[in-house]
């Protein structure tokens, strides 16, 4: 929470940001997209535990409609996306199937797209009174999205822009 609130741009003065603040703890996003529809599913909590995420998926199971038969999720390898609890989840819900990234590899997650926008066009100036104001305003920003939703479609050129990161570079060797 910034100390004082952020003034805004007026003619020959940038808008003025106060730099101390004063931490009022942190807020977590659950947001996985329909690639297919661009459709964000989102959920705030003020702690990331597997019963947050637990309630989330419940959440998540909830809202899709029945008729998609199979959900694919691509998750990072945070112990919350992995403990025994949301195993027994897993395994109760077969609709759900878990796809866990590479260490280190969040940016293949096409969701990180989603949330470059998110930081750029709701987070860039950070001026919140507390955590429910956030967590409105990241809602609201969802709810946005959703009315206007587009799916993400990556180009055989940045498929492969990505997969050349993932490659290992092969070592040439001649013998004699």
Not at 37 to 66: C, D, I, M
Not at 98 to 121: D, G
């Amino acid at each position: 929470m910034k100390k004082a609130p952020t003034l805004p741009d007026r003619p020959g003065q940038p808008i003025r940001l106060e730099h101390k603040y004063k931490r009022v703890g942190a807020l977590h996003l659950f947001a996985p997209f329909d690639t297919r529809t661009g459709k964000v599913y989102a959920r705030t909590n003020t702690r990331k535990r597997p019963v947050e995420f637990l309630a989330f998926l419940s959440q998540l199971e909830r809202e899709l409609p029945e008729a998609k038969t199979r959900v694919y999720l691509t998750l990072d390898n945070s112990r919350v996306h992995k403990g025994q609890l949301v195993q027994a989840w897993y395994q109760a819900h077969p609709r759900f199937h878990c796809h866990f990234l590479p260490v280190h590899c969040s940016w293949m997650n096409q969701v990180e797209q989603w949330l470059s926008i998110v930081q750029r066009k709701r987070l860039r100036i950070s001026d919140f009174s507390d955590l429910d104001q956030l967590a409105e305003r990241l809602l609201a920003f969802v709810a946005d999205w959703n009315a206007h939703a587009h799916h993400f479609s990556w180009s055989p050129k940045s498929a492969a822009k990505v997969m050349a990161k993932c490659e290992t570079p092969t070592l040439g060797i001649s013998a004699a």
